[in-house]
Each structure stands twice: as C-alpha cells, then as structure tokens.
C-alpha cells in the first residue's frame, strides 16, 4: 500500500557532495505542474529536470550534468521544485 504524502517536501539530494551523478527526491500531496531546476551559483539555470504535470507521490530523479551538454565546473549548485503553490531551493555540491 503506497501512503499518498501529507505535505509537500523536498529531500537534500545524495550523495552530496557528488560526481559523477547525484539523486533528488520529493513527495507531493497534490497533483499538480511541477518542475525541477538546476541554477549555478549566479543564478543561471544549467538544468530542468523535470517540467510536467504529475499525480500525488513521492519522486525521484538522477541528475547527471555529466551525461547532458553542459560540462559543469566543481562548485556549488542549488535545485528548485516547484509544485503549485510550494517552492522550495536546496544547496548541492558538485566535486570533480
């Protein structure tokens, strides 16, 4: 029997620090739009990992920057959920 989440959260990813590929999780209560970003410490975004509606539930993604085309320097980085009204930012780090 899978728990339909109370209330939104959003997991410091692991391992973290990481290379070559790290883990983001989150619940969500509600269905709802969401999207997962990646910004650099200036702000840019480097990543959106996910943009899409989905269901009430608890998610997971791998983030590569290795795999994708951007080959991302040693450094801090944060990723962003958004998933209706909630908004959340955590910090990563990214080690070479």
């Known amino acids: ?3 339909t989440p109370i209330k939104f959260s959003l997991s410091q990813n692991y391992p973290n620090p990481f290379n070559p590929s790290t883990k983001i999780s989150w619940q969500s209560p509600d ?3 969401q999207t997962l970003k990646v910004y ?3 702000g840019r975004e480097v990543a959106t990992l996910v943009n899409e509606y989905r269901d009430a539930g608890n998610y997971e993604v791998d983030f590569n920057p290795a795999s994708s085309i951007k080959n991302l320097a040693t450094g801090i980085y944060f990723y962003k959920l958004q998933a209706g009204d909630f908004v959340e ?8």
């Open 1 to 3: 029997v899978t728990m």
């Open 31 to 33: 269905g709802s739009h």
């Open 40 to 42: 650099d410490v200036l």
């Open 89 to 96: 930012t955590k910090k990563m780090i990214l080690l070479k």
